[in-house]
């Protein structure tokens, strides 16, 4: 999982469809944009936060994404009060932050998350332990309030098919508001 790349990560493409045309969209720690880019080309509302303007400097002028510079890791939280659609966090870790994205995410928002876990130490960086989930702990998060999330998606181990082996934990959830579509019966003929 490389957070220079302009391309979106494949757990993130793949649940993307949960997101609905216009929903407006928290890319935590956004870096320089790669999924701020990719939802607002999929005609989301974008607000993509991150400590490094530079990095956020490289979505300026996308009319789908509002930038903002901000410490997540002092301070209270910067967003009281706003509501998300969807939360995208990739390749970010600061535990202090869950119940913030909890309480941010509509009753029927989509929480994507995929970052490094224990045992990532093996194979380079990150390798401090406050930056590595441990066992199922995204499964945690999903069920903190003020409700349990559903979830539609959870991997966890090692994943070989980036530029290096790596540990991570994905998560894919819904909140428990969210309505399904209804299924369309096939036609026989």
Do not use: K
Not at 68 to 83: C, K, M, N, Q, T
Not at 85 to 97: E, F, K, P, Q, T
């Amino acid at each position: 999982m490389n957070h220079r790349r302009l391309d979106p990560s494949p757990w993130i493409v793949r649940f993307a469809h949960l997101v609905p045309v216009g929903a407006r969209v928290l890319d935590l720690a956004a870096g320089h944009g790669r999924h701020a880019r990719f939802f607002a080309d999929r005609g989301a509302q974008v607000v993509a936060v991150d400590r490094d303007a530079a990095a956020l400097a490289s979505l300026d002028g996308h009319r789908s994404v509002a930038n903002r510079v901000l410490d997540l890791e002092s301070g209270a939280w910067p967003l009281e009060g706003e509501r998300f659609d969807a939360i995208v966090v990739v390749n970010y870790l600061h535990r202090r932050l869950f119940p913030h994205l909890r309480t941010a995410l509509q009753p029927d928002g989509v929480l994507l998350y995929e970052t490094f876990a224990m045992g990532n130490e093996a194979y380079g960086r990150p390798a401090n332990p406050d930056f590595l989930l441990c066992r199922d702990e995204l499964l945690t998060v999903a069920a903190l309030p003020p409700s349990p999330l559903t979830v539609v998606a959870f991997e966890q181990g090692r994943d070989a098919d980036g530029a290096r082996p790596s540990v991570v934990q994905r998560l894919a959830a819904v909140g428990a508001a969210r309505v399904w579509p209804p299924l369309v019966a096939p036609t026989t003929t």
